[in-house]
């Protein structure tokens, strides 16, 4: 098993950057792909970005291309989301999670593994 405890999350203003941060612990970390969900208040949770063992591949939801970044720093157990440019639109509870895979997995459901979420949210 692994233990996913989400970090950085906060109130910050349209056009502002903030990084999240995952910490895990618990079975290796490189066995297992990585990835951010979001779900904002009275809709579903959905992808936002995921990341492979290496780091050599990522993938992104159309809505935060361009403007986030995953991440993964394997020494320190972490995976991190770069958010840049946000957006009133990006406000919701931020999750991270982890499925034992090495593959890029941008379905909520492959992920067996989730932290309890940090919030962000973006004022206009």
């Known amino acids: 098993q692994v233990r996913l405890v989400e970090s950085g999350g906060g109130l910050v203003q349209a056009g502002d950057s903030l990084r999240l941060s995952c910490a895990a612990s618990g079975r290796t970390f490189t066995d297992y792909t990585m990835g951010w969900f979001r779900q904002a208040p009275g809709k579903e949770r959905e992808f936002v970005a995921t990341?492979?063992?290496?780091?050599?591949?990522?993938s992104y939801a159309d809505s935060v291309k361009g403007r986030f970044t995953i991440s993964r720093d394997n020494a320190k157990n972490t995976v991190y989301l770069q958010m840049n440019s946000l957006e009133p639109e990006d406000t919701a509870d931020y999750y991270c999670?982890?499925?034992?895979?090495?593959?890029?997995?941008?379905?909520?459901?492959?992920?067996?593994?989730w932290g309890l979420g940090t919030q962000v949210t973006v004022s206009s």
């Open positions: 999670a982890a499925a034992l895979s090495s593959r890029i997995l941008t379905t909520e459901r492959r992920y067996g593994y």
């Open positions: 990341i492979i063992w290496n780091g050599r591949v990522t």
